[in-house]
């Protein structure tokens, strides 16, 4: 009875310690699909104060972001390396209202602003801390060459209040 007693232990020990190992193996997995350069190039599920956006208003949105493609600027470009650390570039939109009928946004890729920090993953999100300690969490999704971050603030990017997917395309080997 003995016998059998540690037997069932040294499974279950050894069956504890493999998953483990097997969690840990699969953040870092995970930690090196994220490494690299990341550009932003779509918005989606985009909603305001919780609700879905009208048609018209979501194809604004995603059109400012193809605008500023075209005109040959990145609006986000995340760095993330190995050791943790990430750059972000993200080039200016400006807001320019010629009258109250109409908006044109305006691109100015001259104007980048430059953050650095570190970057890591807790319980399934990817988190971000910039240089005065400060912190963003954000739910994430990896397919392949592909990242796309859940409920990010459209404040971070254009003059817009409510939220959105945003989706990443990684450069180079994805």
Do not use: H
Request: hydrophobic share 40%.
């Amino acid at each position: 009875m003995k016998t059998i007693k540690i037997v069932a232990l040294l499974i279950l020990l050894i069956t504890l310690s493999c998953s483990k190992s097997s969690d840990e193996e699969e953040i870092q997995d995970k930690e090196a699909a994220i490494e690299g350069v990341w550009l932003l190039r779509d918005i989606t599920e985009i909603n305001l104060e919780g609700n879905a956006v009208p048609a018209e208003l979501s194809r604004e949105i995603r059109a400012v972001v193809e605008l500023i493609i075209i005109e040959g600027c990145e609006l986000m470009a995340f760095e993330f390396n190995p050791d943790q650390s990430f750059i972000l570039e993200q080039y200016d939109v400006n807001d320019y209202n010629p009258s109250e009928d109409e908006v044109e946004y305006v691109v100015n890729c001259e104007n980048i602003d430059l953050f650095i920090g570190t970057w890591g993953l807790q319980d399934g999100q990817l988190v971000l801390s910039g240089e005065e300690n400060e912190s963003n969490s954000f739910s994430i999704k990896l397919e392949s060459s592909v990242m796309i971050w859940e409920d990010v603030p459209l404040g971070a990017i254009l003059p817009i209040d409510g939220q959105g997917d945003f989706v990443f395309e990684k450069l180079g080997n994805g």
